[in-house]
């Protein structure tokens, strides 16, 4: 059933990125500091950051166990995760490629959910254990049921310096000066990927900074991919585009950055890893799933904001996603992912908050307690100690 719902989507999302894929290579930028917030919650903004980091040719070698390290399940477990195949999906794909799910007695079967409300509810309903998508509004609608879908872990901030989902606008409209505040969005259409989605809190700051009402643009509602074709026609004059299509877009002419989504909302916290029900429940396996997962994180920051070892991190990252081209990984805006896999609470509840009064989820989940469950990423960061930043 799983692969009936994800066959057509999931080949035409890939087979666009593919195509889109092919751009030249860009230097080497400068080191970055580390890839995830100081402190989870925490509204300070940190420095800002150099998106690209320092690129390493050397390997790298996979992090080490710890003497504490949990014994692997005895059999191995199955377990099947759904992602998005975006760069932030690093956490669990690098850990699979060097073994860490593996040691702990999991076998992981990755599939590809190109929908992040399609991922949600697979979650929710237990045919996928593992489930890495937005902070998103069927989430919550199915925690008010009774639903006992779990929030465990980061899988995407938007730390200064690392906003990887931003607010791009149409090349010619840029160059004519057609666009130059957030008020000149009036009359416009622009693109989202559906009503009530994690885009909902930065395109309310958007209307808030230009004075605008949401009835002042036009929505219109498509995948990611199709958002870059939609722009090429000008179809569509501006949308909230995720990385690698923001770059891919903007070599080809079709759109630049408008606006960084780490400059509009800070910090925001914008995707994280869920668990099932079951898979909550099922204690032993969910600790070690989480404590692979934040090995693979902390690989993931010692890449792209320490620079160390990060070319072969872009390959595993070529392997699992529809970006193949090497150079594409020292061009990009990375996405932040906190090396202890703690989530920015604040954010969440603020963004929760937002989607109540706009009657994306009922009012008794205000309290995102009833989703958050923060006991795993405290039992990995038992386990393998602080992260060195």
Partial sequence: MLRRLLNRRGQRLVLMLLLAAACAPAKP??????????????????AAATPGGASSSAPVSPRTATASMPKPLDPPLPVRVGLLASIVDAGVYIGYERGYYRDLGLDLELEVVPDPNT?????????????????????????ARNIGIKM??????QRPGFGYFSLVARADLLQDGQLRSFADLKGRTVARLAPCDSAEALWQRVFERGGLAREDVEFVYMAFPDMNAALANRAVDAAF????LTTLA????????????DEIYPNQQLAAIYYSPEFAANTDAAQRFMVAYVRSLRDYNDAFAKGIGRGDAAQILAKHTPVKDLALYE??????????????????????ALQGRLGCVPGEVADVSRVIDESFVNYAGSVLGPYQR
């Fill in 241 to 244: 585009q995720l990385e690698p």
């Fill in 29 to 46: 930028a400068a080191d970055a500091p580390a890839v995830g917030p100081t402190t989870a919650g925490s509204s300070a903004a940190p």
């Fill in 250 to 261: 903007a070599e080809r002419g079709i759109s630049r950055t408008f606006a960084p989504g």
């Fill in 331 to 352: 061009k990009l805006v990375p996405g932040g992912l906190d090396p202890d896999g703690r989530i920015n609470v604040e954010s969440v509840r603020e963004d929760m």
């Fill in 119 to 143: 991922l949600g509810t697979l979650t929710s309903t237990n045919q996928v254990q593992v489930g890495g998508t937005g902070i998103i509004a069927n989430v919550f609608q199915a925690a």
């Fill in 152 to 157: 465990v872990a980061d899988k995407g901030q």
